[in-house]
């Protein structure tokens, strides 16, 4: 059996990724040098390699390669420049040993070299054209450079950048398309930032798992351990091949093994899976507790549901961080009524319109969702997991037209909920819509 504690033990697979996370940050990796070095096929390489990259150990791009990187930190709003060159699709002209580095923020140089270095400090990239002793003068003060138009610079600044492990990047873009796109790119990050991936929540000192061999009496002991009967259960190698729980041990012999009692080929989840998608799949398949596995379904740890709401009702309580596309639709429309009569108020702007010049049936259903998750909100029924809405489209809504919003709890249990939402124009009722729902508060 793999003991783990020699390259002996080792698959081929999980040599390389071993050798992989020895080389230093910044070195070039290939498939055909993967496989020469350690005596393997190509494609044992190139699986090797795509798994190192999405444990975020190694970047790939086109004209630049694979490279070994720092492993991705939890601070994902901030950009590395190996990044901003897959972005902008740059081309590396000197400094790759400093692509791993992370972007403070960005100046453009659109002024006088003197200003300009006034701006700029260690950790910035200086977008720019081919001017190339604002290149060299970033360099030196510990800044990046985008050089934008497509220009390329000169042999000693490149020099420069690769001395100083200080990235020189060149984009066919001009400078305001490029600084729109890393803008937004730094936009999208802001609002990943509220997206709570299993990698974030879970505990790898504490696995607990049994072994096919194990018996009930073991299953016993670690359920008195853990404080918890839900259990993986695991082969020599480590994959989970079943779950065994109290209900599959009830009226078991103490000495039956697990294997005979187990559910097999149980539901799994990986690190990048969200939060969200996790305590959903627990709702929906009744479960409480998750095995996390690698992509060789080697156990990892495990998320219960109650690690699970605790993570979701902190992030319910953290501010916004940006907006995503339903935030968006939803943000002219103010919250009116009381208690007793909750109700949004607000106008349909151009964009939200389809190619007749009415209100896109898809922006409205947008509403209607909205509408019936911050009615959910506001009674302190928990999180909702639409489950079908039934929809009547009764009149156009012009454009510019402000329309009123009323959502009402029809029905509320602990699992279910029923949510009328209308919709109103002009004092007439213009959409009508059911929403079904699963409710869930303390999975």
């Known amino acids: 059996m793999p003991d783990g504690n020699g390259e002996e033990s080792l698959t081929k697979h999980e040599q390389i990724l071993r050798h992989i996370e020895s080389l230093r940050v910044g070195s070039q990796i290939s498939v055909r040098q993967i496989a020469k070095d350690l005596d393997v096929s190509e494609g044992t390489a190139y699986r090797a390699i795509k798994e190192a990259e999405n444990k975020g150990i190694v970047s790939t791009k086109e004209r630049i390669g694979t490279v070994r ?51 700029i400090d260690a950790g910035s990239l200086l977008i720019v054209g081919n001017r190339e002793e604002a290149h060299k003068g970033a360099l030196q003060n510990g800044a990046a450079v985008l050089i934008t138009g497509g220009f390329d610079t000169s042999p000693e600044v490149k020099r420069l950048a690769d001395s100083l492990d200080l990235p020189i990047i060149s984009s066919s873009f001009d400078t305001f398309t490029v600084a729109s796109m890393i803008n937004r790119a730094l936009y999208d990050r802001n609002i990943k930032k509220k997206i709570m991936l299993v990698e974030d929540v879970i505990t790898r000192t504490r696995l607990y798992a049994l072994k096919t061999a194990s018996t009930v009496v073991e299953w016993q002991k670690l359920a008195e351990t853990a404080g918890y009967d839900r259990f993986p259960v695991v082969d020599e190698w480590n994959r989970v091949i079943g779950m065994v729980t109290a209900k599959d041990v009830e009226g078991a012999a103490p000495g039956q093994q697990v294997e005979k009692l187990m559910t097999r080929n149980p539901i799994t989840i990986h690190l990048r899976t969200s939060v969200a998608s996790a305590a959903h799949l627990m709702m929906w398949e009744g479960i409480d507790l998750l095995p996390v596995v690698d992509n060789g379904r080697k156990l990892l740890g495990s998320v219960s ?139």
């Not at 699709?89 to 453009?108: D, E, M, Y």
């Not at 939803?330 to 009381?338: I, S, V």
């Not at 208690?339 to 509403?367: F, I, N």
């Not at 699992?415 to 729902?437: C, G, M, P």
């Open 69 to 119: 990187i720092e492993k991705k930190q939890k601070n994902i709003d901030k950009l590395t420049f190996f990044e901003v060159a897959h972005i902008v699709n740059g081309q590396v002209l000197g400094g790759a040993r400093g692509l791993n580095k992370s972007l403070n923020k960005f100046v453009i140089g659109a002024m006088e070299q003197a200003a300009m270095l006034r701006y």
């Open 305 to 443: 549901r109650a690690e699970v709401m605790k993570v979701l009702q902190y992030i319910q309580r953290q501010p916004q961080m940006g907006e995503t596309f339903d935030d968006q639709i939803f943000e002219p429309f103010t919250e009116m009524g009381g208690e007793d009569a909750l109700m949004y108020r607000g106008q349909m702007s151009p964009q939200m319109t389809s190619q007749l010049g009415t209100v896109s049936s898809g922006v409205l259903a947008t509403l209607i969702t909205q509408a019936a998750y911050r009615a959910a909100e506001r009674s302190k029924k928990g999180d909702l997991v639409i489950d079908n809405i039934s929809t009547y489209f009764l009149h156009p809504v012009q454009m510019e037209n402000e329309i009123v919003i009323k959502p009402e709890i029809l029905e509320v249990s602990r699992k279910f909920a029923k949510i009328e939402v209308n919709l109103f124009s002009e004092d007439r009722l213009v959409v009508k819509s059911l929403v079904t729902a699963h409710v869930f508060d303390d999975l």
